[in-house]
Each structure stands twice: as structure tokens, then as C-alpha cells.
């Protein structure tokens, strides 16, 4: 059946109807509900615990106040039972009259970078910005006396410290306006486009220098009632003064009226020539022009239609509560360094320009955030992100590719429509240059008319003069004349009448000169103010043609700006995904590491038990080589008796054999002799027993014989026996060394996977610390930030128990003008009186929050968000006299407490904010009862060892 044909409308309409719904139901929400909500939906990742009340009291006291909390302030707020206790208490905090001295001193920080007092003292400075926060002041209002005031108004004088103080120098106010009022560092983009940041263009740079370039130093000279010279600094400007530039790196040249960063350029008025100035400059008169750029600028900036202003000082504000800024830096905003949620950031933004930029208001909301509540523990494993990861990645992929084509697209536009506007410049040089020459004539023109005017205004002084003379000549003739009449006969007075007559006539002489000279001056000035008047009506009629001729450009300019913004919108969105994508990199990313870690982790054993089964074949193998070297030693040994024995049968049979062949010789000597002889008996005698003898060791030398022969035969057995233990020992040394070597191989095996788990652990620990990283700026976890110098002062003080003796001087003073009785039934004078207290104490302790300035500040003019370390720091801590006597103060306290449980617990109280574990004051109790003869030093040791410590150096 087919559906109606309305039933898509239909249904759109009712989704429509039901997104309304939710819209309007997430607007009535509070803001820090709305934040909430918004920061869960876009963060990819688990998030950290809330903070325990106290950690969460101690941050709040910080971040809100700048000091830690006293150990009663924080006994009471843990001992609280009421629900909505910490909405109570950032109300309470938000209402301390230490709030606005506080979060003055912040934007001073912010503002003025702590740089040496030049023209505005800093007490003037500071004083104005805690009259304005405790007035409550908006933040464009404030914004707005900052970037206008030119220090002629008292009331206003201290806002101009921001120019003055920077010697409205026009490079150093363009950089500090864009970076602490815009949040853009334009700072390289001053010779060229910005080689880091492509959003950052030249032209930028100078559209914002063109509101201030023209400002200028005035110095102001009067007297005081001491009728001493006085001099003071202000701020001038100039109606005249081109923002002009050249790349060095691609040579293009142009020119730029002011623009505000993300706008356009300004249309301005047009003066002509002589009629720009409300007061026109000349020497001891500071220039003020009919229209201020600089007054333009603090206009356009503050007046909530700026969305660079608006989100600045929103993301600073966040950033001064969470330690960083939703976009980081908070001076380098730009599609490549989006906010980590833009869509909380847009949020605040616009609820802090719908609160008339209210700073208390905001404050308050983000305080009350379920993510400022956050812990600084690192949340439970991400198993579930670990899970989606690839599959999130496979999801960004397609639309990232396509608003990546589009980007790559708009930036093609862009850039021809770039050399477009290049071009239609190029076409107008000629119109341009004329206005310029003729502008260059009326200057030239305008010198003749300044030298014919102050001649003639130097002879019409001396004309004034003359008929000065000649009026006290006239007065003095006439009475001459009238005492010769008197005494006609005085030829004295004659005389005297007579020289006032002379001279008389010889000043009128001159004064007829004069006038000469003055009334063909007169001419001269009509003529050179004719040929002026010629020169700026050509220069008008120039400016006419050139501005007609330059509408094609303005055009093309303003085509470009509007395909800027849309590649910036384009990149944005790209930017943004591929921030998402970012983010679930790092979780793949992770879950890699982490799988290769475990790999690794597993492989290990089996390698050692590999390695240790090698080992264990060592010890046998070593035996069986000695069982053979102890047979081969067996065997030589056999075979040396063998030899021995052989040798000795050797020399038995060679003595033998000789004896017998003796005596056969002796026989056939004896038959030779006897044949001689026949017969002879003693002969036949002898040769019958030589012949018994001869038979005799010959049979002897046979047996002799035999055994050499026998003897030769077990010489040969050992030898055998020899050669063959010789190769068994080879071969059971051979297996013995192919054996270690395998040892070796394992051994080698083992140390390569360890290494290769060492290097797993590694880098599964650097992509855990970048997790770490993207949850602290994605606020999943409270970012940990060091105190500073003004709030670690204020912290040691509040922890030692030092400012309570100043806040009471301090309120004793105070009482004698303005005695507590006398308001106490008025809330908002008794409230100005607690805030003149606090104000007093404070500067009572100005020197001592400098000497901690001086210290751990960075350097005047530098961003101040950076954390060292030096040895100045950690001299002044051990051997200050004045931080030492804190600590023995807080020492001395605690030494009178006789119960380690108490003295525990109030020691911990007053330096975390928090109450001392089972464990910490076991250790205390040991410790003390360690040195019972000197237990204040030891008191004193460990009080500056937690003093010391990061838990309390740090804001967590």
C-alpha cells in the first residue's frame, strides 16, 4: 500500500516539534548543567571521579580567592552535612571580598604580564582593577577604558597603562592587543604571512595595527602647587598614517585600513585636508583627532558583536579555573589549535555576552560544573574506547576525506580570488599613486602658508610693539609738552620735549615699515593659502578619483575576506573531526601498545624457561667432560706404565742379546781355536759349557724377546686406548660448548625480549601519559597546576597562621573611621568596609607577595603561565628569615598540642586542607618519639617538609 504523500513531512515535522523540545529544554537548564551535558557528549573517553570535598574546597579556595583555606574554614565545610553544600560554598567565596583583590591581581597578570612600571604606577593600576572587580564591573566595560583611556581623565589615568606602559610602541600594542584582547599571536606575521599558522595573515597583522599606529607619546608639562615642574605621560594621536606593508618572503605589497580579527575593513570618514583634528598638534599641544581609530578599536571589540574578543576572554576564564584554556594556548586561537569542545566554549561565550560579560557570573557557573568538580586521578581503564576505536576510525574516515576535498577546494577559491584582488590593486596604482602625490603637494603646499603666517604673525608682534612704544612715547611727549608750557623757559624740559618728538616720528617711521611689511605679508599668506586651498581641493578631487577607482578593489577585498571565512569555517569543521579522529587514534593507538606490551610480557617467560632448560643441560655435559678427562688421564696413565714396562723389556732383551751373542761369539772363537788345536781338553771343555751358555741365553734372549714383543703389543692397546678417550673427551667438550653456546643464544634471546618488553612498556607508557594528556585537556581529569607566586605567598601565610594577626590590625584601623556599629544594619556598606579590611591587610603585605614575584615570577613582559624551578627559590625557602618564621610560628602552635591525633590533624589541616590518614600520624608519632629532647626542631622540620611538598606546591 502506498503511504500518504504527506506522511514525510509529516514525520519531519513531528521530529521537528520534538528537537525543539529538547533545545528549548536544554536552554532552561543552568549553565553549568548545559556545560556538563556538553562536555560528556563530546569527549571521547572516561572520566575521573569527583573530587573529594576536600580537594574540591582547597581547588575552589584557590582558584577563587588565592590562598588555601583556613583549618577551621575546612573542618567546617568537611563536617557539613547539607547536599548542596558546594554550591554554597563557591556562593560564599564568590561573595569573599578577597574575590575581587584576588581576580584583580589575575587580570593584571593577564593584562600587563607583571612589566616595570614605566608611567602609570603599578598601586594606581592595581587599585583601578580592584575597584572594578568589586564594583562588579563588565569586562567590555573594563576592556573598553583599557583600550580608550589616553590618561588625560584621573578617574580613568590608571586603564592607560596598557598603552603607556608600552610606550605606545606600534608593534609591541599590536601584539599584546591581539594576543591578551583576541587571543591571536600575530607577532610572525609581521614581515609575511605567518609560516606556522596559514591562517595568520600579513594583512591581519596590520588591520589590527592600524587602530593603534597612529597613537602616539604626549609629554605633559605643568606645575604643581609647589610651583614645581610636574611631567606627566599621555596618549595622543594622529588623524594621518598609513598601515602599509611588504611580504620579504613573496614581495606583494598593499595597504590596509583598520579590521578587527575575523572582520572586515572599517569604512572611515573622510576629513579634508586641515579640518581632521579636534585639536591639531603642534608643539606642547597633544593631537587629538576628530576620529579616533583607537577609540574605534575599543568600540568594535567590546561591543559583543566580536567573536575573537568574546571567545577569548571566555576560553581565558576557563583556563584560569582548569588550568588550561579550552583552546591552548589561549593567544594562538586558529582552525589548527581548535578548543577541545568548541561547542562548550561557543556556550560560555555567548552566555557571558548575554550576562553583559559579567565575570562573577561565569565564574560561579563553571564552578558549580560537575567537570571543574573533577579529581586529577587518572579514570579507570578505557576498555570500551579501546573496543570502538577502529571502528570509530572506519566512521571518520569518509566525511574527513570529503570536508578535506572541500577544504582543498574553498583554499583554490581563496587563492584565486587572492591574485584577483592582487590584480584589480595593480590596476589602480596609477589612481592611488596621483592621491598620494597630491596629498604630498598639499603638505608641500601647506609649508608656505605655516612660513608666511609666522612671519607675519612675527611682524604683527613687532607692529603691537611699535604701537606699544609709540603709545607710551605719545603719553610721555604730551606730558613734556604739557610741563614746557608749564615752564616755557626750562630749556631742560625743552630739550626732553624735543627728543620724545624726534623719537616719535622715528617710531612712527618704523611702524609705517612694519605695517608695509605686515600688509605684504598678508598678500603673501592669501597667496600661498590660495595655492593651499588649490592643492587641497586637487587632493579632494584626487581622493574622489581614487576611491571611485578603488571600489573594484574594495570589492575584490571583501570577496576574498568572505571567501576566507568560509575556507576557515571549512577548516574548522575539518579540523574538528580530525581532532575526533585524533582522539580515537590514540585510543587504537593505546590498545596497540598495549596488546604488543602484553605480547611481549608473555613471551618473556617462555624464553626463561627455555633458557633456564639450556642451563640445566649444562651441569651433566660438564660431568660427562670430566668422566672423560679422568678416563683420558687413565688411559695416558696406562699408557706410560705400558711404555715404562715396554722400555724396560727393551733394555732386557738388548743386554741379553748381547750377552748371548757374546757368548756365540766366544764359542765360534773357541771352535776356530780348537781346530787349531784338536784334541785340547780344555778347549773342547770350554766350548762344551760355551755351547751349554750359548743355548742358555739364547733361550733367555728368545723369552726376553717375547716380552718386548708382548710388552710392544700393550703399548700399542694403551695407545688405542689413549686416541680413543682423546675424541670421546673432543666430542663431550664439543657438546659442552654447543651447549653454552645455546645458553648463550637463549640468554641473548631472553635479554632481547626483555628490552623488546622494556621498550613495549615504554612506549605503552608514552601513549598512556598522551591519553593522560588529551583527558586533562579534555577536562576528563583536573589538570595540575603549580600555585602562583601570589598564592603560594598568600597559602604559606594562611598556613602558618600569619594573616590573621594583619586582617585584625587591619580591622582595628579600619574601626577608627569607620566603626563596625555604624554599618552593620546596611549590607552593602558593611560589605564596602569588610572589603577596605581586606584591601588593607593586603597591602600590608604587598612587600611580602613581591618578594615572592621576584622570585618566581618569569620575566616582566613574558607569558606568565610557565613553571621553574631555581636555586634562588629553594635558598630564600631554607634560609629566609621571614619564611622561617612562618614555619616556627605554625611549629610553636603545634608543639603545645600534647595528642599526636590532634596535633595530626590540625598540622594537616592548615597545610592540605584535609585531615591527616591513620598512617600519616603514625608516622608523625614515630618521628616525634624519635627525638624527644628536641621536639620543637622536629616540629619545625616537618612542618617545611610539608610546606615543601608538591601536594601543597600544587593546585589539584
Known sequence: MMAPAFSGRFVCATFGVILCGQVLAFAQEPLFTRVDQL?????????????????????????LVGTVPTAAETRAFLQDATPNKRALAVDKFIADRRFALYWAEL????????????????????????????????????????????????????????????????????????????????????????????????????????????????????????????????????????????????????????????????????????????????????????????????????????????????????????????????????????ATNPEVLDLITQQLVDSQFNIRTLVRELALTQTYQRSFDLPADP????????EKLTGIEPPLTAIAATVDAAKTVQTAAYEEAKAVQKSIEAQEKAYRDAVQA???????????????????????????????????????????????????????????????????????????TATDQTAAVDTAQQKFTAAVDASEAAFTQSTEAAKPWEAAKQKWLALRSQTLAAEISKQNLAMRQKAWKQYADFGQKRQQAQQSEQAVPAVQTELAAAEQTIAPQMAEVAAKVTALAEAQKLLVSATQALDAAKVDFTAKQTVAQTVTDAAAKTEAALALIPNDAELTVALTTLKTRQTTTTGTMKTAEAVVATKTTEVQGATSQVTAAQQQQQVAEAELTNRKKNVETKAAALAQAQATLVA?????????????????????????????????????????????????????????????????????????????????????????????????????????????????????????????????????????????????????????SRPATPMEVAQLETYLAGRPNDRPVALKEIVWALLASAEFRFNH
Not at 560528556?40 to 579556595?61: C, I, Q, W, Y
Not at 606699544?468 to 625743552?494: G, Q, W
Not at 573611621?817 to 544594619?825: G, I, N, R, Y
Not at 606568565?864 to 602552635?893: K, P, S, Y
Open 442 to 516: 598639499v603638505v608641500a603646499a601647506q609649508k608656505p602658508v605655516s612660513d608666511a603666517r609666522a612671519a607675519l604673525g612675527k611682524t604683527q608682534q613687532a607692529v603691537t610693539a611699535k604701537q606699544t612704544v609709540i603709545t607710551t612715547l605719545t603719553e610721555a611727549s604730551t606730558k613734556a609738552a604739557e610741563a614746557v608750557k608749564a615752564v616755557p623757559n626750562d630749556a631742560e624740559l625743552t630739550q626732553a620735549a624735543t627728543i620724545y618728538t624726534n623719537k616719535l616720528t622715528a617710531v612712527n617711521t618704523e611702524l609705517a615699515a612694519l605695517q608695509k
Open 760 to 912: 613495549a612498556q615504554a612506549n605503552l607508557q608514552s601513549s598512556y601519559n598522551e591519553l593522560a594528556e588529551a583527558w586533562a585537556s579534555q577536562a576528563a581529569i583536573r589538570s595540575v597546576k603549580p600555585l602562583s607566586p601570589e598564592q603560594l605567598a598568600w597559602s604559606l601565610m594562611e598556613a602558618c597562621g600569619i594573616v590573621d594577626s594583619y586582617r585584625n590590625t587591619s580591622d582595628a584601623e579600619v574601626e577608627k573611621t569607620v566603626p563596625k556599629a555604624s554599618v552593620e544594619a546596611d549590607p552593602a556598606k558593611k560589605a564596602e568596609r569588610d572589603f577596605q579590611v581586606a584591601l588593607l591587610a593586603r597591602e600590608k603585605l604587598r612587600g611580602v607577595t613581591n618578594q615572592f614575584i621576584a622570585l618566581y615570577a618569569a620575566a616582566g613582559g613574558q607569558p606568565q603561565d610557565v613553571f621553574f624551578a631555581t636555586a634562588d627559590q629553594a635558598l630564600f625557602v631554607a634560609n629566609g628569615g621571614t619564611v622561617i618564621g612562618w614555619g616556627t610560628n605554625l611549629a610553636n602552635r603545634l608543639n603545645a598540642m600534647t595528642d599526636v591525633n590532634a596535633l595530626g590533624d590540625e598540622l594537616y589541616h592548615c597545610v592540605f
Open 383 to 390: 576498555a570500551a574506547q579501546l573496543a570502538a576505536a577502529n
Open 107 to 338: 587580570f593584571d597578570v593577564m593584562l600587563m604580564e607583571r612589566r616595570p612600571d614605566k608611567h602609570i604606577p603599578h598601586a594606581e593600576w592595581l587599585k583601578y582593577l580592584q575597584t572594578s572587580f568589586q564594583q562588579n564591573k563588565p569586562w567590555n566595560q573594563l576592556a573598553r577604558e583599557i583600550l580608550s583611556a589616553d590618561g588625560t581623565d584621573p578617574a580613568l589615568r590608571p586603564a592607560a597603562k596598557f598603552f603607556l606602559d608600552r610606550d605606545a610602541e606600534p608593534n609591541l600594542m599590536t601584539r599584546d592587543t591581539g594576543r591578551i584582547f583576541f587571543g591571536v599571536d600575530f607577532q610572525c606575521a609581521q614581515c609575511h604571512d605567518h609560516p606556522l599558522v596559514e591562517h595568520y595573515a600579513q594583512s591581519d597583522y596590520y588591520g589590527l595595527m592600524a587602530f593603534v599606529n597612529r597613537t602616539v607619546l604626549f609629554q605633559f608639562e605643568e606645575e604643581d602647587k609647589d610651583k614645581k615642574k610636574k611631567t606627566t605621560m599621555l596618549l595622543g594621536e594622529k588623524a594621518e598614517g598609513l598601515s602599509e606593508y611588504k611580504s620579504v618572503f613573496t614581495g606583494d605589497a598593499s595597504h590596509t585600513r583598520p579590521r578587527l580579527p575575523g572582520g572586515a575593513e572599517l569604512d572611515e570618514p573622510h576629513f579634508r585636508f586641515g579640518d581632521e583634528y579636534t585639536v591639531a598638534p603642534a608643539d606642547k599641544v597633544r593631537p587629538v583627532p576628530k576620529y579616533s581609530r583607537r577609540a574605534k578599536l575599543a568600540e568594535l571589540a567590546t561591543n559583543g558583536q566580536n567573536a575573537a574578543f568574546n571567545r577569548n576572554i571566555a576560553n581565558r576564564i576557563w583556563g584560569m579555573l582548569f588550568g588550561r584554556g579550552l583552546v591552548y594556548p589561549v593567544d594562538m586561537h586558529h582552525p589548527h589549535n581548535p
Open 39 to 63: 562536555m560528556d557528549a563530546g569527549r571521547v573517553g572516561p572520566t575521573a571521579a569527583l573530587a573529594t570535598d576536600a580537594e574540591f574546597f582547597r581547588r575552589l579556595s584557590l582558584d
